[in-house]
């Protein structure tokens, strides 16, 4: 049975930093596309970033391009997003996914095949 769970969401002040974590149980996060996607109030569910499990391909949704960075730790199974220069509107519950049979299709919520229970992230200006 497969479990993601985020943790590390919070509160912070615009300009600063977090970082959330995804520990994956019941697969293996360097044999699938691990992707963080986010929710704001009153809006749909948006791509973020996506680590594509074989050759280690990273992806970012324009908005978020030099601000966050997606990586992995093979050895703990968790996967994690680093967030500076967090903006009032980053605010959302961030949710870890999984993609076990990659396709070109990373940026879409259906292609994925499991999710985690999400993290409240709130940045005040």
């Known amino acids: 049975q497969v479990h993601l769970v985020e943790s590390g969401g919070g509160s912070v002040q615009a300009g600063g930093s977090l970082r959330l974590s995804c520990a994956a149980s019941g697969l293996t996060i360097s044999s699938v596309t691990m992707a963080w996607f986010r929710q704001g109030p009153g809006k749909q569910r948006e791509f973020v970033a996506a680590f594509r499990g074989s050759g280690g391909i990273t992806y970012y949704t324009d908005s978020v391009k030099g601000r966050f960075t997606i990586s992995r730790d093979n050895a703990k199974n968790t996967v994690y997003v680093q967030m500076n220069s967090l903006k009032p509107e980053d605010t959302a519950v961030y949710y870890c996914?999984?993609?076990?049979?990659?396709?070109?299709?990373?940026?879409?919520?259906?292609?994925?095949?499991?999710w985690g229970q999400g993290t409240q992230v709130t940045v005040s200006s």
């Open positions: 996914a999984a993609e076990v049979h990659s396709t070109i299709w990373y940026n879409l919520p259906g292609r994925y095949d499991y």
